[in-house]
């Protein structure tokens, strides 16, 4: 089981990488950016992601 200081530690560093990688990219891209603006960020789905995988919740046998 992953203890929540765990799972707040996994969002800030992710967290920390969307916002500099975010911040590269928007460098490089052409065009216009998306107008639709998502109920999560990245950094959001990205941790739940993370936790899903370092868990055990996908062993159900």
Known sequence: MIICSKITEIFC??????K???QVIDKVL??????CLCRMSSSEIISII???QLS???NFG
């Open 13 to 18: 560093l992710v967290d920390e990488f969307c």
């Open 20 to 22: 500099k990688y975010s």
């Open 30 to 35: 052409l065009g216009n950016k998306s107008k």
């Open 50 to 52: 993370i936790i899903f």
């Open 56 to 58: 055990s919740m996908r």
